[in-house]
């Protein structure tokens, strides 16, 4: 993510999982890893397994507690693959209910990739 959010430390973390970015694909929408702004990007656990209030360990210190789902928004539009606008808000539509989630940190840690 190049643009801070508002400070808000209840969305310091974004997440989106490999079977989102499987589903897009296989429906036609070119999204790539980053294109939707994730901090974290995880493969080998749904989206489903995500809910408010969950904490998950990634790295061997570090605590995230999901915070919300993540809403899909008008700044997706600037995606070069989502012109004319008609496009863009077939895909945000799409996106609804699987756009990622948000995270607190609760202990900090390095996280590898």
Do not use: H, Q
Not at 19 to 29: F, K
Not at 36 to 52: P, T
Not at 91 to 109: E, H, M, N
């Amino acid at each position: 993510r190049t643009t801070k959010m508002r400070g808000d430390n209840e969305r310091a973390v974004s997440i989106l999982t490999t079977d989102v970015l499987g589903a897009l694909n296989g429906e036609g929408w070119p999204v790539r890893v980053g294109d939707l702004g994730e901090n974290l990007f995880v493969d080998g656990m749904r989206y489903d397994v995500f809910a408010i209030g969950r904490r998950f360990l990634f790295g061997k210190t570090a605590i995230l507690e999901i915070t919300e789902p993540i809403a899909p928004c008008a700044y997706l539009c600037t995606l070069p693959y989502l012109t004319p606008k008609w496009r863009c808000a077939d895909f945000i539509r799409t996106l609804d209910r699987r756009r990622g989630w948000y995270a607190k940190v609760v202990a900090t840690g390095p996280v590898a990739v």
